[in-house]
T-cell receptor, first 119, second 119 residues
């Protein structure tokens, strides 16, 4: 079964510094997708970045990059030049088992990391 | 881009009453809808998966008669919390899976969530 582990319950970073949020995963499937979401206090889930298991290059989206180390089964999120607005809960997720009548892959989430950016 | 409208955003109801939460995909067809529950400072827990015109598939431990899910069309799925009690107070959020993989957000679009308080 798929499993996502985020070992950092909380992170505190100074504004403008880079921050790395850790994520390790476990799966026996050769094909999978990895996601990072940001959840501010309002509760909405904001999609940040995606990495496919067969992607050769690490994904990047603006200030976000994903450090994908397949052999180590890690998919750390790197936020460059952090901003006060980056303070939020961050979830790592991966595609998991099929669910529902039509067999869509559900997402398996990690426990989350609460990131606080200090001015 | 793909948008899922979730209503209401907040609801307070009396113990014993039922509450309906709606998720509508505004500009795409949601072949699958995932319903999650999230307790404070915890991760998202998948409750059930619904497909248009079919019975929902519930995760182990989720009461089917308590959490009624209806996926009436390719753009509307509803979650009804029946005979709500204070322990049902939580944040509920839906995620729509589009028919076409690789759509915006790599196929998973979240609603903005509903904060339910049962008094």
């Amino acid at each position: 079964a798929q499993k996502i582990t985020q070992t950092q319950p909380g992170m505190f970073v100074q504004e403008k510094e880079a921050v790395t949020l850790d994520c390790t995963y476990d799966t026996s499937d050769p094909s999978y997708g990895l996601f990072w979401y940001k959840q501010p206090s309002s509760g909405e889930m904001i999609f940040l970045i995606y990495q496919g298991s067969y992607d050769q290059q690490n994904a990047t989206e603006g200030r976000y990059s994903l450090n994908f180390q397949k052999a180590r089964k890690s998919a750390n999120l790197v936020i460059s030049a952090s901003q006060l607005g980056d303070s939020a809960m961050y979830f790592c997720a991966m595609t998991g088992p099929l669910s529902g009548i039509q067999g869509a892959q559900k997402l398996v989430f990690g426990q989350g990391t609460r990131l606080t950016i200090n001015p | 881009g793909a948008v899922v409208s979730q209503h209401p955003s907040r609801v307070i109801c009396k113990s014993g009453t039922s509450v309906k939460i709606e998720c509508r995909s505004l500009d795409f067809q949601a072949t699958t809808m995932f319903w999650y529950r999230q307790f404070p400072k915890q991760s998202l827990m998948l409750m059930a998966t619904s497909n248009e015109g079919s019975k929902a598939t519930y995760e182990q431990g989720v009461e089917k008669d308590k959490f009624l899910i209806n996926h009436a069309s390719l753009t509307l799925s509803t979650l009804t919390v029946t005979s709500a009690h204070p322990e049902d107070s939580s944040f509920y959020i839906c995620s729509a899976r589009s028919r076409d993989r690789g759509l915006v957000n790599y196929g998973y679009t979240f609603g903005s969530g509903t904060r339910l308080t049962v008094v």
